[in-house]
Nanobody
Framework: QVQLVESGGGLVQAGESLRLSCAASGRTFSSYAMGWFRQAPGKERELVAGISWTGARTYYADSVKGRFTISRDNAKNTVYLQMNSLKPEDTAVYYC?????????????????WGQGTQVTVSS
C-alpha cells in the first residue's frame, strides 16, 4: 500500500513558476514508477509527466515539454514537478500517481495509487 500526499499548488501569474511535491509512504517507493496527471474542468485527466524507478527515464506530454521537469528523490520518498513558464491553460488539479510493475509511467500504463490532488491556477 502506498499513500501519496501532494503539496505546492497555488495561484500564480502567467510566466511564473511553481514546484509541486508528492510525499509517499511505504518502504517500496523506489520500486514504483511515478507520475503527475492533471485534470481541468470539463476535461479528461491527462498524464503530464512520468518518471522511472531510478529517475533515469522520463516522459512528458507535448504540451509541457521544455517547461516542466519531473524528478524524484528515493531517499526522501518524494517526487517533484518543477513547472516553469506557466500558462493559463496549465490551470488544473494536479494529481500524483504511482504504478507498480512497469519501468516508466506512460499514458497507457494505468495507475495503482492516486494522491488527493492539488490546485494550480495560472492567471493571465
Amino acid at each position: 500500500q502506498v499513500q501519496l500526499v501532494e503539496s505546492g499548488g497555488g495561484l500564480v501569474q502567467a510566466g511564473e513558476s511553481l514546484r509541486l511535491s508528492c510525499a509517499a509512504s511505504g518502504r517500496t517507493f523506489s520500486s514504483y514508477a511515478m507520475g503527475w496527471f492533471r485534470q481541468a474542468p470539463g476535461k479528461e485527466r491527462e498524464l503530464v509527466a512520468g518518471i522511472s524507478w531510478t529517475g533515469a527515464r522520463t516522459y512528458y506530454a507535448d504540451s509541457v515539454k521544455g517547461r516542466f521537469t519531473i524528478s524524484r528523490d528515493n531517499a526522501k520518498n518524494t517526487v517533484y514537478l518543477q513547472m516553469n513558464s506557466l500558462k493559463p491553460e496549465d490551470t488544473a488539479v494536479y494529481y500524483c500517481a504511482a504504478r507498480g510493475r512497469v519501468v516508466l509511467l506512460l499514458p497507457t500504463s494505468g495507475v495503482d495509487y492516486w494522491g488527493q490532488g492539488t490546485q494550480v491556477t495560472v492567471s493571465s
